[in-house]
């Protein structure tokens, strides 16, 4: 028996679901399927990628780790997300960031859980950044002031709901927003509050059921040096806004 057998058996039997349906799901026959389970036969890449994405955890997690440990109702709850990410190391085996370029950005919604995705990003490397899983995602709009259209965030991978802070900044990857950087607040139940520094955009809440990933700001690379700007537009923005609204309110009264 492997640890893999041991895990996939765990999995289905907390899922509730029974070895034909699960085959089944994985367009195998059972008969094959149980060879995986008994530990008489190995999985392939693909038949491993599928089970991953059916029990919405990572690969690294079915080979490595002991499932049957861990209290994944503890982890980040998140439709189609991983608990784990696919990593790159460099040769002297450090972790690398892998760079969502505005190019790539469109590709990262279907392909974040896609080892092959991954592994054709650009890649740099930022040792002060310490432990943790990072990657490098494209600044779009002057929501976030000084932050612009061409500069890259830098997150850190966040694994638990719980460890998101209140004033922070993150990159949220959802299914109806696509790829947003914004400040977060957590004082709904089932959403996200997200705001902008620049006041000139409203605040809008997300579901937790829309989020595919959350990575909390550690740095940005950018090429611009001039006077930030943006803050005072937004305010004067804000302020028109504001007004507009006043004299909507007067005309219904």
Not at 199 to 223: A, D, M, T
């Amino acid at each position: 028996m492997s640890l893999f057998s041991d895990n996939i058996r765990a999995l289905r039997v907390r899922a509730k679901i029974s070895q034909e349906k699960l085959a089944e799901e994985l367009g195998i026959t059972r008969g094959r399927y149980v060879k995986y389970e008994d530990g008489t036969s190995e999985a392939p890449y693909d038949i491993l990628k599928k089970m991953a994405l059916y029990y919405h955890i990572s690969i690294d997690l079915l080979l490595t780790v002991d499932v049957r440990k861990i209290h994944l109702e503890d982890l980040l709850k998140l439709e189609n997300n991983r608990l784990l990410l696919p990593i790159q190391i460099d040769v002297a085996g450090e972790n690398v960031i892998e760079v969502v370029t505005e190019k790539a950005k469109a590709g990262y919604l279907t392909g974040f859980a896609d080892p092959d995705y991954i592994e054709s990003l650009q890649q740099i490397s930022l040792p002060f950044l310490g432990s943790g899983k990072y990657r490098g995602f494209p600044v779009e709009g002057d929501s976030m002031p000084p932050h612009e259209k061409g500069s890259i965030i830098v997150g850190r991978y966040v694994e638990k709901l719980g460890d998101v802070r209140d004033g922070k900044t993150y990159i949220l990857i959802t299914k109806n927003h696509g790829m947003v950087y914004k400040r977060l607040n957590k004082n709904k139940k089932n959403s996200l509050v997200l705001e902008s520094d620049n006041s000139f955009y409203p605040n809008y809440e997300v579901k937790f059921s829309e989020i595919l990933e959350i990575w909390e700001f550690q740095c940005s690379i950018g090429r611009t040096d001039r006077k930030n700007e943006l803050s005072e537009l937004g305010e004067l923005k804000g302020l028109v806004l504001e007004l507009k609204r006043e004299v909507l309110k007067l005309k219904r009264e």
